[in-house]
Every structure is written in C-alpha cells, then in structure tokens.
Nanobody
C-alpha cells in the first residue's frame, strides 16, 4: 500500500512564494515518477510538473520559470517550489506517484493566491 502525504499549502499574496512537500511511504520501486497536479472546480486535473527518478522533469507552460520541482529519492519525497505566484495558480494541488503503471494520489493541499 502506497500513501502520499502533502503539506505546505496556504494563502499567499500575488508575487509570493510557497513550497509544497509530499512524502511517499509503502512499497515503492526505485524507478518512478513523482509529480504535482492541480485542479479547480469544474475543470480537469492538470499536470503542473513531474520528475522522473532518473532526474528529468517536465513543466506545464504556465509555470515554467516560476515553479521548480525537486525530489529526495532517499526519502521518497518530492517538493514544488512556487515563486511569483499568480491568482490563477489558485487550486487544489495533488501529489502523484506512478510506479509500474499504477498512479497513486495524495489527499490534496489547497493553494490560494490573493490579488
């Protein structure tokens, strides 16, 4: 059983920063993808950024240059540093872990960016 526990969401003014963390526990292969998605009411969940255990990362165009994903493989933890936040970044952010074609999700952490 894999569990993901997120932390770090909150309320911030536009232009501010937040750092999200997600710790995974359970039976986890060394080869995996950890990432962050976000969702707003009435919209589909969208990829924000993901990171392969080998080191490469992908970002949504809307966050490139502002968000940075990083991970600590020894701790099975992934981070999302969010800078220059905009009101449109307001969403429920979910951590994900994909191992052997199975994707697991965290419970979500709310990020609210005020203008």
């Amino acid at each position: 059983q894999v569990q993901l526990v997120e932390s770090g969401g909150g309320l911030v003014q536009a232009g501010g920063s937040l750092r999200l963390s997600c710790a995974a526990s359970g039976s986890i292969s060394a080869i995996n993808v950890m990432g962050w998605y976000r969702q707003t009411p009435g919209k589909q969940r969208e990829l924000v950024a993901d990171s392969f255990s080998g080191g490469s990362a992908n970002y949504a165009d809307s966050v490139k240059g502002r968000f940075t994903i990083s991970r600590d493989n020894a701790k099975n933890t992934v981070y999302l540093q969010m800078n220059s936040l905009k009101p449109e970044d307001t969403a429920l952010y979910y951590c994900s872990l994909t191992v052997l074609r199975n994707t697991y999700w965290g419970q979500g952490t709310q990020v609210v960016v005020s203008s």
